[in-house]
């Protein structure tokens, strides 16, 4: 199952719930939450056979690309883990016309050392860690976007990686994805993230750095960190989904700066 039909239904089943306290989900329901609309079968099981079919209809009526939001950003930097849990995943979850690309990066230094590569990070080597793990776990599963979540929002980001996975994707061990941060894999693909960042143009300054459809201009920055939800609405091009007729709005500024 895709990350995609998941979101937005757990939304749906929050929204739907009296008082606004997520329902659970029924007593002959075995799956996680990630398995939920996997099949019919463990949709009628846990109860939530309609969420899945309306949120499917939903993506099926789409005819424009969805607005492509980036995030460059390290996995300790305060403002990026406001933004991330407080802005990003938010929106993405009310949103059904957005991608997300995710760039655990930031102002960190590469090194190129004996054919390989060592990192130096803003926040020492615990955000370091932090990034390549969400970097693997990225390559990984297509769950990524909630388990990072869920580590960011966490007191612990990099300690609450095992118990984010064991919810939203139980199949994938710690063990796997630490093979990936220690191994060659984890090594190239933190590769990849340094140049990335490095051919932004312009280049960045600070994180969270934003760019959308591609393009990063400061107008574009401040308006995603006033309102992306706002901004997203206003930029897709197709038929606006029910959501853009409200008016939430999230405001908040926090960066940190590239020294």
Known sequence: MKMRLLLPLLLAIWI????????????????????????LDSAVQCGVLKQCLES???RSRQTEEPVQVGLYYESLCPGCRKFLT?????????????????????????TPVAQKYTYECQHGKQECLGNMIETCIM???DMAFPII?????????????????????PD??????MS????????QLMHQNALQTKALNPPHQYVPWITINGVHTEDLQEKAMSSLFTLVC??????????????????????????
């Not at 206003?234 to 926090?254: D, V």
């Open 16 to 39: 739907s719930a009296p008082f606004g306290y997520c329902s659970l989900p029924t007593s002959s329901c075995l799956q996680p939450p990630a398995k939920w609309c996997s099949s």
């Open 56 to 58: 499917d209809f939903r």
């Open 86 to 110: 407080e802005m990003l995943f938010p929106t993405y979850l009310l949103l059904d016309i957005m991608s997300v690309t995710l760039v655990p990066y930031g102002n960190a230094q590469e």
């Open 139 to 141: 390559n990984m599963t």
């Open 149 to 169: 979540f869920c580590m960011e929002s966490s007191a612990d980001v990099i300690g609450s990686a095992e118990s984010c996975l064991k919810v939203y994707a």
């Open 172 to 177: 994938l061990s710690m063990d796997k994805v």
């Open 180 to 187: 990936c941060v220690n191994g060659d894999m984890g090594m």
């Open 234 to 259: 206003s930029m897709y091009k197709g038929t606006k989904p029910a959501a853009c007729g409200g008016s939430q709005k999230l405001h908040y500024k926090s960066y940190c700066h590239n020294e």
